[in-house]
């Protein structure tokens, strides 16, 4: 039997696996806290499906609601996403083994000229504007 | 409005936040390919199920099937998980940042010893046995 019980990646993966759910997220990137009309408001969708994706974002631990009179203020808990980025940088040497083949092939080949001046050159180059030739 | 559209996205974050599926992926991590029923065979899963699993892996671009007579062989691309990492990688400062700030705080406390030994030197030192007096 595989061991492949992780709940916390269940439902970190979940959460982030919506447009509406990670733009929120980018929303909160660059605020201390949002009050959750202000959150709300650029998205085209209604205050109650926005606080559904809160409560899914709650839950993967991924933000925090503390409430302070009639206001409640949303911050990021980005913590979580650690997790997630090591489960995937187990599979990193794939795309880098990648990079580093296209490398190679790029470096084994001195002789070709992928550079922008290639391209310049193979233009006619330009011809001297004819002067006209005074007559005596 | 905000633009969040990334249905590449939806579909790897998707994809990984099954369990099944994840172990479905680490266990091709290691191999070049595998047959339908090896992938299947450690899991406590019916066939129809990982089939299921593996259509939603081959949507999200995280497999690829190939078809040889009778056999289905199985391959692992990993690429797409590439673009999940870049979307994490944006939050990385978070938990950076607060790595810094702990190994700060140790840095900036010399004096304080948080090994083990300190635990042990707070523990009152064994009371000895009264010893019972016998009578002349």
Redesign the interface.
């Known amino acids: 039997?595989?061991k492949?019980?992780?709940?916390a990646?269940?439902d970190i993966?979940?959460a982030?696996?919506?447009?509406?759910r990670?733009?929120l997220?980018?929303?909160l990137?660059g605020e201390d806290a949002l009050s959750i009309s202000a959150l709300a408001q650029?998205?085209?969708v209604s205050l109650p499906a926005v606080m559904k994706h809160l409560n899914v974002l709650s839950d993967a631990g991924l933000i925090t609601r503390e409430k302070t009179g009639r206001t409640v203020s949303v911050r990021?808990q980005?913590?979580p996403?650690?997790h997630?980025?090591q489960?995937?940088?187990?599979?990193?040497h794939?795309?880098a083994e990648?990079l580093d083949r296209l490398a190679a092939f790029v470096e084994a080949a001195p002789d070709t000229d992928f550079g922008p001046e290639t391209a310049n050159s193979a233009k006619s180059p330009k011809r001297p504007k004819p002067t006209a030739k005074k007559a005596p």
């Open positions: 039997m595989v492949y019980q992780d709940t990646l269940n993966f979940s982030l696996a919506d447009p509406t990670r733009a997220l980018a929303r990137e650029p998205f085209e990021l980005a913590e996403m650690a997630a980025m489960w995937l940088s187990r599979y990193e794939f795309w990648r």
